[in-house]
């Protein structure tokens, strides 16, 4: 680059399909105004037929990486030159970074997220506790089955309204995880320190989760990765009843950060003000 050449404003974009709905450009425009950074981020609605054509254009269009959302999480794990190994456990992507040597790097930062929100809302929360209980068996449950089973937890009960999912985590994952059938969720809160809803159920639009709540307790921490509604009735039910209470919101602020500071050069930070602004 000449003198006379002026530096390209890094770019960056969160692809899915549909879009629209994304808050990641507002928590990423909101932390590019925070720190005076020069560079935007923005959302691209992307067909899955032609995802490889997009991913592979971008890097010459002067961005420096993405975040990928449904549909595309598995599909992008397949045109990266370089995947982590928590993005190969996981079987899914959920950002790309765009090396200066042209290779695509690819990772997962999905269970970073969930831990630190974890840790951020609930700090009195110890892994070794006691077992965990994870409702659902999608791609979100993957994440945080991984990032538990990093943490030492001694044992993840998993329960899925489809048992066979949940019995293929379970030979994807090993032994510390435990099957359960979906009507025997309520009975399985009794002895877990930590529950967290992967599922969709509470969700806008969505039926809410029907599973008997009378096992929550104090000492309990209750995760609900859903955000919309910010406070579901499992949270609030958890509240009522004594228990550590963590929205979903948190994860998706925490699992930007790694890909922002990879892009942008500042790792920013997760706050009051930052969830403000996101819920604004």
């Keep these: 680059m000449t003198r006379d050449t002026p530096a390209r404003i890094p770019l960056a974009a969160v692809i899915g399909h549909p879009i629209a709905h994304s808050r990641s450009p507002r928590l990423h425009g909101y932390w590019l105004r925070k720190h005076g950074i020069p560079g935007h981020y923005v959302p691209l609605d992307v067909a899955p037929d032609a995802?490889?054509?997009?991913?592979?254009?971008?890097?010459?269009?002067?961005?420096?990486?993405?975040?990928?959302?449904?549909?595309?999480?598995?599909?992008?794990?397949?045109?990266?030159?370089?995947?982590?190994?928590?993005?190969?456990?996981?079987?899914?992507?959920?950002t790309l970074i765009f090396r200066k040597d042209g290779r695509i790097h690819a990772d997962n930062t999905d269970g970073y997220g969930f831990l630190s929100n974890l840790r951020q809302g609930a700090p009195e929360w110890r892994p070794e506790a006691g077992p965990a209980l994870v409702l659902g068996a999608g791609g979100a449950a993957r994440a945080v089955i991984a990032a538990l089973l990093e943490t030492g937890v001694p044992e993840i009960v998993l329960t899925n309204r489809t048992r066979l999912r949940a019995d293929r985590l379970r030979d994807a994952f090993g032994h510390r995880i435990r099957v359960i059938d979906w009507v025997q969720a309520g009975n399985a809160i009794d002895d877990a320190t930590l529950v967290v809803n992967t599922t969709s159920l509470g969700m806008v639009g969505k039926?809410?989760?029907?599973?008997?709540?009378?096992?929550?307790?104090?000492?309990?921490?209750?995760?609900?990765?859903?955000?919309?509604?910010?406070?579901?009735?499992?949270?609030?039910?958890?509240?009522?009843?004594g228990a550590t209470a963590v929205d979903g919101l948190g994860m998706l602020l925490h699992q930007a950060v790694p890909g922002f500071e990879r892009w942008f050069g500042h790792r920013p930070e997760v706050d009051e003000a930052t969830r403000a602004a996101v819920l604004r």
């Excluded at 992008?76 to 079987?91: P, Q, Y």
């Excluded at 008997?212 to 039910?237: F, H, M, Q, S």
């Design 51 to 94: 995802l490889e054509r997009v991913i592979r254009t971008l890097p010459e269009m002067g961005f420096v990486g993405a975040n990928v959302t449904i549909p595309h999480k598995e599909a992008t794990l397949e045109l990266a030159d370089l995947v982590t190994d928590r993005a190969t456990l996981i079987g899914a992507v959920n």
């Design 207 to 241: 039926p809410e989760l029907r599973v008997p709540l009378d096992g929550l307790r104090p000492g309990t921490v209750v995760n609900d990765l859903v955000y919309a509604p910010l406070e579901t009735r499992l949270l609030r039910i958890a509240a009522e009843q």
